[in-house]
């Protein structure tokens, strides 16, 4: 199992306060790594770190915003002074806006690529600085089916998170020789307090997420955690430039019939 051995390895996760980032931060620590949480509220950061300190986890919080390459270069040298130099990055830090094309501001659209974009982008600059220095690191970029597919009233998130799966791609390609494997996760549809509304039989969306994967159900935050550990981990060191779909198979079909059982 040394192959997905963590330990004495330094994860930093931008957004591992809560949801599916602090899932992902979980699993990282099961794995051994010592944690770096990046928010942007307090009080989810205080929640956050009484979270893992409870179940054992070594996590230190850092509040900014990785929109602000200022701020951003100026806590990565913090974090790497007072927490050690960071061996894997997850750029995780996301947010959408559900409105129509039409509809939606460029203000907004702007933003959404700034934070699920752009924030990638400087973070990843600035911590790979340090992993050439050292010789090598993993960067995982967290994608999205909507990487692949459009839907309605995404289409900032949906630009973004294609823009995220070939900015992964490309930076594969400029530091895979300096031994930086850098890869993405494209979650599907998961049970998180956000979805928790929606996901009740007869629920339309319900019924639908469950009927068009073919698992059958929603994914479980701890169905991230595996596949974190494998890219975070020397398991994946010839794994450069790839986009790993935790999504029970929806990608792979084209779905149902409605007369199928």
């Not at 070939?166 to 020789?177: C, G, P, V």
């Amino acid at each position: 199992m040394e192959l997905f051995d963590l330990k004495g390895k330094r994860a930093l996760i931008t957004g591992g306060t809560h949801g599916l980032g602090m899932a992902m931060a979980e699993g990282l620590g099961r794995a051994g790594a010592g944690l770096v949480i990046t928010g942007t509220t307090p009080s989810k950061m205080e929640k956050a770190l009484e979270h893992y300190a409870r179940c054992g986890y070594e996590a230190s919080g850092y509040i900014f915003d990785v929109t602000d390459e200022e701020e951003a270069r100026k806590y990565i040298s913090v974090i790497e002074k007072e927490a050690g130099p960071v061996d894997i990055l997850v750029n995780n830090a996301g947010i959408i806006k559900r409105e129509m094309a039409l509809d939606m501001t460029v203000e907004d659209f702007r933003r959404v690529i700034e934070v699920d974009l752009v924030g990638p982008f400087i973070m990843s600059r600035l911590v790979a600085s340090g992993m050439i220095e050292r010789g090598g690191g993993k960067i995982i970029n967290i994608c999205s089916m909507m990487s692949e597919l459009g839907r309605d009233n995404v289409s900032a998130y949906a630009a973004a998170k294609g823009g995220l799966k070939m900015l992964t791609r490309n930076l594969a390609t400029e530091w895979a020789r300096y031994n930086i494997q850098v890869n993405g996760i494209g979650p599907g549809y998961f049970a998180t307090s956000q979805t928790a509304p929606i996901r009740v039989k007869g629920n339309p969306f319900n019924d639908f997420i469950v009927s068009r994967t073919p698992a059958g159900r929603w994914g479980d935050p701890e169905d991230l955690a595996g596949a974190t550990v494998f890219l975070a981990s020397k398991a994946s060191d010839f794994v450069n430039g790839q986009v790993l779909y935790v999504d029970g198979g929806i990608l792979a079909t084209i779905g149902k019939p409605l007369n199928e059982p």
